[in-house]
């Protein structure tokens, strides 16, 4: 995940508010040096380094949040973790629903990356890969939590580093 540096103002010691680019605070505070954690400091800024939310969760049930982080003297950066997130009986029903629906999606895919073994001009299917599409197969109904999935590992692909 891309990570920008931008300023914010200190509060109490602590980043506030919102980003700022180094232009703007160069624009009004002519002839400071930016790079020198004790001028900016002195300004009331400090150097942020900014990560994006995550884009990867799905779950209703989790949000994700940012936390300031202090690097080292003068330097912060934001840091995102997971927390619940309190549903209703009727939400909790719907993220379930679009838990199942998303992990069939996926599992769809994956046996679709390995149809082209069960075709007759292709040879024989190994062993390992009857049982890595079977397991595929068995996903949903043996699965409780649809946001917390053991997957199968490929066997074309045991470090899980082709997709």
Not at 22 to 48: F, Q
Not at 50 to 72: G, L, R
């Amino acid at each position: 995940m891309k990570q920008e540096t931008f300023y914010k103002k200190l509060q109490d010691g602590s980043p506030s508010g919102n980003l700022e680019v180094r232009s703007n605070i160069e624009t009004c505070n002519p002839g400071v040096n930016l790079d020198d954690a004790t001028e900016l400091a002195n300004l009331g800024y400090c150097k942020y380094l900014y990560t994006p939310e995550p884009t990867d969760n799905h779950n209703m049930a989790k949000k994700y949040v940012s936390n300031d982080v202090e690097v080292e003297d003068g330097l912060w950066k934001n840091s995102w973790s997971l927390e619940d997130v309190t549903l209703t009986a009727d939400e909790q029903t719907a993220n379930r629903e679009a838990g199942f629906r998303m992990l069939r999606a996926d599992r769809d895919f994956f046996l679709q990356r390995t149809d082209h073994w069960a075709l007759s001009d292709t040879g024989t299917m190994t062993s390992e890969m009857s049982a890595y599409r079977q397991a595929l197969r068995d996903l949903p109904s043996n699965t409780t939590d649809p946001f917390d999935v053991t997957w199968p590992i490929d066997p074309t692909d045991p470090n899980g580093t082709k997709y």
